[in-house]
């Protein structure tokens, strides 16, 4: 079976550009999550996801932060502007439902200059 | 609001030796799921075991068990018979919906 997976690994930007991270969840999983995780830091929930309605949203910051899971599979996450402390790692995860074991994917790493 | 403390930053253990990693929780949910995770350099998180706060028996998956005192809210990890391979960042998470993370703990196997 086919873990989540996230494109791209690493991203250099510089500040005030915009950025878009694909997250595709394992097959057949309702719940999807994005996390940012910052060095040093765990990671922090950034959105939940049921099929291709928001759960949870509470601790994006939606001035800059954007996410879609259009037909409840795939989804991107968008930083427009990026800011210095948009540097992390942004992890998706995916469950095959709410209340259920998290799957992580590999990660991106963003650098913002 | 839930938190999660662990207090070991760092920690150095001779191959084959047992290692156990603190974790303890803060939460006023009754029903509360505390799961630990390793995170090795190349990033991905990977789910090593799981404790459900009603489970009667500590929980234990080969060589990881979790010491788990629901009076002191702590679910420490121990592993047993280290590998060099287990040199990682771990991390313990509780919620059920939505997780909550430590800091983590960087653990190093030394030969």
């Known amino acids: 079976e086919a873990g989540v997976a996230q494109s791209p690994r690493y991203k250099i930007i510089e500040k005030r550009q915009s950025v878009a991270f694909w997250c595709n969840p394992i097959?057949?999983?309702?719940?999807l999550y994005w996390y940012q995780q910052i060095l040093g830091q765990g990671p922090k929930l950034l959105i939940q996801?049921?099929?291709?309605?928001?759960?949870?949203d509470s601790q994006l910051p939606k001035d800059r932060f954007s996410a879609e899971r259009l037909k409840g599979v795939d989804s991107t996450l968008k930083i427009q502007p990026a800011k210095l402390e948009d540097s992390a790692v942004y992890l998706c995860?995916?469950?095959?439902?709410?209340?259920?074991?998290?799957?992580f994917g590999p990660g991106t790493r963003l650098t913002v200059l | 609001a839930q938190k999660i403390t662990q207090t070991q930053p760092g920690m150095f253990v001779q191959e084959k030796e047992a290692v156990t990693l603190d974790c303890t929780y803060d939460t006023s949910d009754p029903s509360y799921g505390l799961f630990w995770y390793k995170q090795p350099s190349s990033g991905e998180m990977i789910f090593l075991i799981y404790?459900?706060?009603?489970?009667?028996q500590n929980a234990t998956e080969g060589r990881y068990s979790l010491n788990f005192q629901k009076a002191r809210k702590s679910a420490n990890l121990v592993i047993s018979a280290s590998q060099l391979g287990d040199s990682a960042m771990y991390f313990c998470a509780g919620g059920n919906e939505k997780l909550t993370f430590g800091t983590g703990t960087r653990l190093t196997i030394i030969p």
């Open positions: 996801f049921q099929n291709n309605g928001v759960v949870d």
């Open positions: 097959s057949g999983h309702a719940t």
């Open positions: 995860a995916s469950s095959p439902g709410t209340n259920t074991l998290q799957f």
């Open positions: 404790q459900g706060s009603y489970d009667q």
